[in-house]
DNA sequence: CAAACATATGAATAATCGTTCATATGTTCA
DNA sequence: TGAACATATGAACGATTATTCATATGTTTG
């Protein structure tokens, strides 16, 4: 008699150990959402752009926009997105707000990712 | 006089040397198409929670959907998502397709953004 | 202060996405 | 062969999201 879950099926009741064991091995419900909003951020090429942009090096609003042919507004919106996500610091100077990368992760994770395109 | 551009701000082209510069960086399209399609992927807890039962195990969709506590059908949809990106594997037994890793970029990607996380 | 400029932001719209529901496919076993 | 079962899948719905447009904020300079 099953309380705690659907009755998808009832015949997998063999493998109830190797469920009871990934259930203890996964991450808390805040880690994996936290873990999907980041990855969500990698998930669009505009932002993936701009990433790469300030690989080479720091840049201001319109020096993306002007890169990436695209309109101020929508790089100053995802330019937000990647500021909450911690993968983007600036620094004001004048008029202008120069954008730059604000952590060592970003490239591993790009390249893991270009790693596993490539295999 | 420019004119390959949208006329974001004339006065950056102070900047344009690093505009240049980071153009030449800049992966090709197809490219960055299939890196946000990969990371697209790693952007929803259902899915990540499918990847690290598959850490614990092989599994067969029904644990799956038990373990989650969700119907077979939102599983197997998901399941198709990562089969298509090439993050799990199966093989048929029986009636039974067992899921599980394909690739050793997966723990690395999701290892970075939990480092990235605990910042 | 006013004009010019760089950036930010709220609302609206179109597109994409995750889940559900109903049902189809394919396997086993009596 | 037919019933039971495990999985897959198409359509529909609601939710989320990227861009655009209009406009606001904040800075510099004449």
Redesign the pocket.
């Known amino acids: 008699m099953k309380m705690n879950s659907i009755d998808?099926?009832?015949?997998?009741e063999i493998h109830k150990n190797l469920v009871t064991k990934a259930m203890g091995e996964m991450p808390a419900e805040e880690m994996l959402y936290d873990m999907a909003?980041l990855f969500?951020?990698f998930?669009?090429?505009?932002?993936i752009r701009i990433l790469y942009a300030l690989f080479s090096s720091e840049m201001?609003?319109?020096?993306i926009?002007d890169l990436l042919n695209?309109?101020?507004?929508?790089?100053?919106?995802?330019?937000?997105?990647l500021?909450q996500a911690r993968l983007v610091k600036?620094r004001?100077?004048?008029?202008?707000?120069?954008?730059s990368l604000d952590d060592d992760h970003i490239k591993t994770i790009l390249y893991q990712g270009i790693s596993h395109l490539s295999e």
């Open positions: 998808v099926c009832e015949s997998c909003e969500k951020v998930g669009d090429t505009t932002r201001c609003v319109c020096d926009a695209m309109t101020q507004s929508a790089i100053s919106h995802q330019l937000k997105v500021k600036f004001k100077e004048g008029k202008s707000v120069y954008y």
